[in-house]
């Protein structure tokens, strides 16, 4: 990327993505349950070689993956953000024998990932997570609960956050590997608004050892944030796919649509509001580019332009919506139309991976830890 533009074969590359999205993704999630794990749209992000470009490319990569999927198969973009999220651990921390028997599974999309860090009582202030790592020989049993997890409980592995107790918070927590098939280790799918599979988990006594150790004892914290760090502009670009797609098929319609003697596009109030639409939608863009390029090039600001952009994004994506049923009619409303289930997709990322207050709270720390040091 150069100055605020995307390079030729950037843009080649996105246009691209739009089109298998439209023509060899969605049809294969229009064949899925709503609420299921789609393992056919799996396999063929694995085939297309997308998955793969989850795991070798940087922030940038990421985000233009992600919104141009989101664009044309939101639920394609779901399965593929997914297998990130509860692959990454697993590449960033996970031992060579680990890495071995999960990732090139991941990758074809035959083997399902989750990431498991949120409980009952531990969301937001994911710090105070309870799952509790009892010691148990030379390893330890789980005992507890995890609530609102992608994929679950359909998964065939999940990255689980458990509190070994090393020092009390966030430095008393480790990250395992927990194969689906461990004893003790059951689920259930909930019945959401928004239409990929989640679920919870419980568990009884599950057996993990050593090997079992994503980075070292204590260390899960750590493995859980630079997870998010990666993910969070992202997710700001995951909003800004469903705001283009919300927005193109608004201009469509509004150039279209026939009232009051002429198109709905004729009316000022009408065309302003596109306008607004358009301008917020490229602004977020913009700022989901410009923080996955700090995350590339390592600068140190990267907690604050990452807050930001998926503050931003995620808050225009839903503006944006609302708007496009708004200018639609009662159209947009009817089961299956494109703006009722975008409606119900762009509600969720202000409220996971750090809600809009949460990353708010980021940007006033970082701004006044820049006060502090002058
Ligand atoms: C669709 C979906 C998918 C999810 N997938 C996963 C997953 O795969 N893995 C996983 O581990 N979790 C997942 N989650 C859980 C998600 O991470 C949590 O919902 C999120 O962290 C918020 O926690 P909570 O819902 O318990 O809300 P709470 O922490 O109870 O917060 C409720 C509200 O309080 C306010 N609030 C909270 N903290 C602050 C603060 N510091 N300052 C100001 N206001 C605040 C915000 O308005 C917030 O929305 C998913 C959630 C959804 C909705």
């Known amino acids: 990327m150069a100055g605020f533009a995307l390079g030729v074969e950037q843009e080649e590359w996105c246009g691209q993505l739009r089109a298998l999205a439209e023509r060899r993704l969605r049809p294969l999630a229009e064949k899925g349950e709503p ?10 992000l694995g085939e297309l070689g997308l998955l793969e470009r989850v795991f070798g490319s940087g922030a940038l990569e990421l985000c233009l993956l992600r919104e141009s999927l989101a664009y044309g198969c939101t639920e394609a973009e779901t ?19 680990q890495r071995e028997r999960w990732l090139p599974g991941v990758r074809a999309g035959r083997l399902v990932a989750a990431f498991a860090l949120s409980e009952p009582g531990a969301g937001s202030d994911a710090a105070a997570l309870a799952l509790a790592a009892a010691p148990d020989g030379a390893g330890w049993r789980l005992e507890g609960a995890k609530c609102w997890i992608s994929n679950a409980p359909e998964a065939d592995f999940y990255t689980v956050f458990a509190r070994t107790g090393e020092a009390p918070g966030a430095k008393g927590i480790t990250a395992f590997l927990v194969p689906a098939d461990r004893p003790g280790l059951t689920g259930e799918a909930l019945d959401m608004l928004s239409p990929h599979p989640i679920g919870s988990l419980s568990f009884d006594g599950v057996p993990v050892g050593r090997e079992d150790v994503l980075g070292g004892p204590g260390q899960g914290f750590r493995v859980a944030m630079e997870t998010l ?4 502009p992202s997710v700001g670009a995951f ?25 709905l596009a004729d009316l000022q109030a009408v065309a302003h509001r596109v306008a607004e639409m358009a301008t917020r939608t490229e602004a977020a863009r913009l700022l989901v580019y410009a923080a996955a390029g700090a995350y590339d090039s390592g600068s140190p600001d990267v907690p604050r332009r990452a807050a930001m952009a998926k503050l931003l994004a995620t808050e225009t994506a839903q503006y944006v919506v609302d708007h496009a049923v708004q200018l639609h009619g009662a159209v947009a409303l009817r089961r299956g139309h494109l703006l009722e289930h975008l409606y119900r ?11 809009s207050e949460v990353q708010r709270g980021i940007i006033a720390k970082e701004l006044y830890r820049g006060v502090a040091a002058r």
Do not use: C, K, S
């Not at 760090?229 to 969070?232: K, P, T």
């Not at 997709?345 to 991976?353: G, K, L």
């Open 239 to 263: 909003a800004v796919g469903m705001a283009r797609a919300a927005l193109d098929a608004t201009l469509a319609h509004t150039a279209g649509r026939t009232a009051f003697g002429g198109v």
């Open 79 to 97: 399965a593929l953000a997914l297998q990130g999220l509860g692959g990454h651990p697993v590449l960033r921390a996970g031992t060579a024998a």
């Open 345 to 355: 997709e762009v509600r969720a990322p202000r409220i996971y991976e750090g809600a």
């Open 35 to 44: 609420g299921r794990v789609n393992r056919p749209l799996l396999a063929e």
């Open 229 to 232: 760090n990666l993910f969070r």
